[in-house]
């Protein structure tokens, strides 16, 4: 007997996560006979839950605030990207019962940025999870040098120095470095109730992308300046989809429906 594809996110708090439309949407397209579920878990018992992970007979749960590190010492096996990264946002159940901790946002990221991000500088802002995943994903992309900009100057450079690529840390008022080819802002700066991120743009090439992680609300500030200049954009819903197509094939060992994307995104704006 085939067991259903079960699968879920663990957070606190986590009735605000998108995962399960997606996920499910997904599960319908393929006609495949499974679930995907919010598990609220408090940090005291994160360690409890994810050791019953084998016993719900899940396949497997993604990670959001604030477990994405805290899961790591919990964890069988922690491959090698999520390790560089420092951060788990997907965790899969082996055949064997054994728990492997992974991190889906490279894709998310390169997977909308990769020519952007190939040969050319990449800007960053920010310096925390999302951050480390950017990080990541300009040394793995290929970007010929990365520039931080963020609050947090010590982290900044603790990030910066991680990948070994050139560039630096500019302040927030700095120009945008010349020739930079992806913009990427990292934190919660234009989201619903913040304050909205603010840069000068006028430095950008026309070929340069402008990517905010930010999906509520979909059009930010910062991608709304972008679009008046006429600069190619991308947006946090994006990121979104891609990380949870990768976190799918790891599930279910299937890939996701991509053909339907548009159709998801519209059902994730509503």
């Known amino acids: 007997m085939i067991e259903p594809a079960v699968a879920g996110v663990i957070g606190w708090p986590i009735k605000h996560s998108k995962s399960p439309l997606i996920h499910r949407f997904w599960l319908a397209k393929l006609g495949m006979d499974g679930d995907y579920s919010r598990f609220p878990v408090a940090p005291e018992r994160l360690g409890e839950f994810l050791k019953a992970l084998p016993a719900m007979g899940l396949r497997g749960v993604n990670v ?71 990080a990541a994903a300009a040394r793995v992309g290929g970007a010929s040098a990365l520039w931080i900009m963020a609050r947090d100057r010590d982290a900044a450079t603790a990030l910066h120095a991680s990948t070994g690529l050139t560039g630096g840390i500019v302040a927030m008022t700095d120009p945008i470095p010349a020739d930079t080819g992806l913009v990427f802002n990292a934190t919660s700066l234009g989201m619903a109730g913040q304050p909205p991120l603010t840069l000068d743009l006028s430095g950008l090439s026309a070929d340069a992308v402008v990517f905010d992680a930010v999906y509520v609300p979909l059009e930010t500030p910062l991608l709304a300046a972008a679009r008046a200049r006429g600069l190619a954009t991308i947006d946090g819903l994006a990121m979104l989809i891609g990380q949870a197509a990768t976190a799918f094939r790891l599930f279910h060992g299937s890939d996701a429906p991509r053909e339907h994307d548009a159709e998801l995104k519209a059902l994730l704006t509503i």
């Open 64 to 134: 959001t605030i604030p477990h994405k590190l805290a899961v790591m010492a919990h964890l069988d096996h922690v491959d090698d990207a999520a390790r560089a990264i420092g951060a788990v946002n997907t965790i899969v159940v082996t055949e064997d019962g054994q728990t492997s901790g992974h991190n889906t946002d490279i894709d998310g990221i390169i997977g909308p940025a990769g020519s952007a991000i190939n040969g050319r500088p990449m800007l960053l802002i920010g310096s925390g999870g999302a951050a480390r995943a950017a």
